[in-house]
């Protein structure tokens, strides 16, 4: 896994972390610079970390007290939806206030050979981990979507994953499919991290599962747990179609879409605490902040 962090002198710091929680700091500034060395030195980024790894010593400060931050400042956040039967028949919920008998432009999506992507984030709207996400002023039914993340080179290829937070607003989006990106995108609106697993140590990334985990007055008030072995699509497909005809930077995060819910008459509210875990990544906090507090 490879993470930033914020080291003694308040400077980010890259780091790869093994298996067993040992740290060992490396030389490049972010995480991009790892795949630009593995390309000079036409070998894989797993190999440029091991061999700096085995001619250094781990840092003696335990994993549960760096102070992480995002784990890559990614230009451009993408997001993939409908990708999970669970996120079809939720929308449909919204769209339909509950006719769950309407065929929507949803199931369509589900089935169409071409998926959705739509345009989540940007570096500056996005936060790392223990950060807070927003909500927003003109929504009262806002839920966090936990999605895997995958973080690409500028030719689509799955350079890592990580942990995502697709924070969305249920009724803006059930109101009007129109108003997706105002349901989708504003201040905080994403988190990214705790780490980046390099895509060499994942045998199959179908294997991974996600929880997500909402804490309300310091009582778990919600948990879901879901397997991206019911991802409708491939995670390659969803890259492919991202970069048709676009310009992809390197570094891009592409979402893959939510597969947990919470209860319909959920919605998330100042002070609520958000962990999304997928093992072998890590686990992703964050407080939630009402927007006008913060003004
Ligand atoms: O169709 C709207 C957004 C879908 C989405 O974000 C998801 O399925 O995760
Ligand atoms: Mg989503």
Same mark, same amino acid.
């Given at each position: 896994?490879?993470?930033?962090?914020?080291?003694?002198?308040?400077?980010?710091?890259?780091?790869?972390?093994?298996? &067993?929680?040992?740290?060992?700091? $490396?030389?490049?500034?972010? /995480?991009?610079?790892? +795949?630009?060395? *593995? #390309?000079?030195? %036409?070998?894989?980024?797993?190999?440029?970390?091991?061999?700096?790894?085995?001619?250094?010593?781990?840092?003696?400060?335990?994993?549960?007290?760096?102070?992480?931050?995002?784990?890559?400042?990614?230009?451009?956040?993408?997001?993939?939806?409908?990708?999970?039967?669970?996120?079809?028949?939720?929308?449909?919920? &919204?769209?339909?206030?509950?006719? $769950?008998?309407?065929?929507? /432009?949803?199931?369509? +999506?589900?089935? *169409? #050979?071409?998926? %959705?992507?739509?345009?989540?984030?940007?570096?500056?709207?996005?936060?790392?981990?223990?950060?807070?996400?927003?909500?927003?002023?003109?929504?009262?039914?806002?839920?966090?979507?936990?999605?895997?993340?995958?973080?690409?080179?500028?030719?689509?290829?799955?350079?890592?994953?990580?942990?995502?937070?697709?924070?969305?607003?249920?009724?803006?989006?059930?109101?009007?499919?129109?108003?997706?990106?105002?349901?989708?995108?504003?201040?905080?609106?994403?988190?990214?991290?705790?780490?980046?697993?390099?895509?060499?140590?994942?045998?199959?990334?179908?294997?991974?599962?996600?929880?997500?985990?909402?804490?309300?007055?310091?009582?778990?008030?919600?948990?879901?747990?879901?397997?991206?072995?019911?991802?409708?699509?491939?995670?390659?497909?969803?890259?492919?179609?991202?970069?048709?005809?676009?310009?992809?930077?390197?570094?891009?995060?592409?979402?893959?879409?939510?597969?947990?819910?919470?209860?319909?008459?959920?919605?998330?509210?100042?002070?609520?605490?958000?962990?999304?875990?997928?093992?072998?990544?890590?686990?992703?906090?964050?407080?939630?902040?009402?927007?006008?507090?913060?003004?």
């Amino acid at each position: 896994r490879i993470i930033r962090y914020s080291n003694q002198e308040n400077k980010p710091a890259l780091a790869a972390v093994t298996d &067993e929680d040992k740290i060992y700091d $490396l030389p490049f500034e972010d /995480f991009l610079e790892i +795949v630009r060395q *593995a #390309e000079d030195k %036409e070998s894989t980024a797993l190999q440029v970390v091991e061999e700096i790894i085995s001619q250094s010593l781990p840092l003696e400060i335990p994993y549960d007290e760096l102070s992480l931050l995002v784990p890559i400042e990614a230009q451009e956040v993408w997001a993939s939806g409908v990708t999970f039967e669970k996120s079809r028949d939720e929308r449909n919920y &919204e769209a339909t206030g509950g006719k $769950l008998d309407a065929a929507t /432009f949803y199931d369509k +999506v589900y089935d *169409a #050979e071409r998926p %959705e992507i739509f345009f989540k984030s940007t570096n500056k709207r996005t936060v790392g981990p223990e950060e807070d996400v927003y909500l927003r002023s003109d929504s009262n039914w806002q839920i966090p979507e936990p999605e895997v993340g995958l973080v690409l080179g500028n030719k689509g290829q799955i350079l890592g994953f990580t942990i995502g937070n697709d924070m969305s607003c249920r009724d803006i989006e059930g109101e009007n499919p129109l108003y997706l990106p105002q349901a989708k995108v504003w201040k905080n609106s994403c988190a990214l991290g705790p780490a980046i697993r390099l895509s060499e140590t994942v045998e199959d990334p179908y294997e991974l599962e996600i929880t997500c985990r909402i804490y309300r007055d310091q009582e778990k008030h919600f948990e879901g747990t879901a397997s991206m072995k019911q991802l409708k699509r491939k995670f390659d497909e969803l890259a492919a179609y991202l970069l048709k005809d676009n310009t992809v930077f390197d570094g891009t995060v592409l979402l893959t879409g939510t597969c947990i819910v919470p209860p319909n008459e959920f919605s998330l509210r100042d002070g609520d605490q958000i962990e999304i875990e997928v093992p072998g990544i890590g686990v992703l906090v964050n407080s939630v902040k009402s927007q006008v507090s913060q003004l």
